[in-house]
Every structure is written in structure tokens, then in C-alpha cells.
């Protein structure tokens, strides 16, 4: 059974860091590529980052400078690290395993308020 499991969402002024993890089990995880995605109520999911297996990584324009994505191949965790945040970074957070199919988690929630 695949699992996605999010982690390391919560409550944070604006300014301040996040850093969300996601560990993955029952996928060969070294060879997905590895995302995490947002939502918010009412508006379409946006891409955040992505990493290939190879080390590679693209970033939303909205996020490029404040956000680093990375990956532990040997505990299957993908990680994502939020500086510099804003109000308009509060959002539902998914983890994405992408390969010939797609997997995702269940989503962590973002809020950044003062």
C-alpha cells in the first residue's frame, strides 16, 4: 500500500520558516520524482516545487528565492523548506510522488498569520 504522510504543517507569523517533510513507503521511491503542491479554498492547485530523482528541481514562480525542496533517498523522505513567509503562502500542502503514476498524500495545513 502506497503512503504519502505530510508533516510539519502548523501556524507561523509572517517572516517566519517552515519545513514540511513528507515520507513516503511502497513505492520504489528513488525513482519518482517527488512535489509538493498547494490549494487554497476556491482557487486551482498550484505547484510549488518538484525534485527528479537525479536532483533536479523546479520551483513556482511564487515561491522561487524563498523555498528549497530536497530529498533523503535512504529514509524516502522528500523535504520542503519555507522561509520568508507570507500570508499568501497559507494553504492545504500535498505531496506528490510522480512516476508512470501519480501518489498523493493527504495534505498538511499552512497558515501564516500574525
Known amino acids: 500500500q502506497v503512503q504519502l504522510v505530510e508533516s510539519g504543517g502548523g501556524l507561523v507569523q509572517p517572516g517566519g520558516s517552515l519545513r514540511l517533510s513528507c515520507a513516503a513507503s511502497?513505492?520504489?521511491?528513488?525513482?519518482?520524482?517527488m512535489g509538493w503542491y498547494r490549494r487554497v479554498p476556491g482557487k486551482q492547485r498550484e505547484l510549488v516545487a518538484t525534485?527528479?530523482?537525479?536532483?533536479?528541481?523546479d520551483f513556482g514562480d511564487s515561491v522561487k528565492g524563498r523555498f528549497t525542496i530536497s530529498r533523503d533517498n535512504a529514509k524516502n523522505t522528500v523535504y520542503l523548506q519555507m522561509n520568508s513567509l507570507t500570508p499568501e503562502d497559507s494553504a492545504v500542502y500535498y505531496c506528490?510522488?510522480?512516476?508512470?503514476?501519480?501518489?498523493w498524500g493527504q495534505g498538511t495545513q499552512v497558515t501564516i498569520s500574525s
Open positions: 506528490n510522488a510522480r512516476a508512470y503514476i501519480n501518489f
Open positions: 525534485i527528479e530523482p537525479a536532483g533536479s528541481t
Open positions: 511502497g513505492i520504489p521511491f528513488s525513482i519518482y520524482t
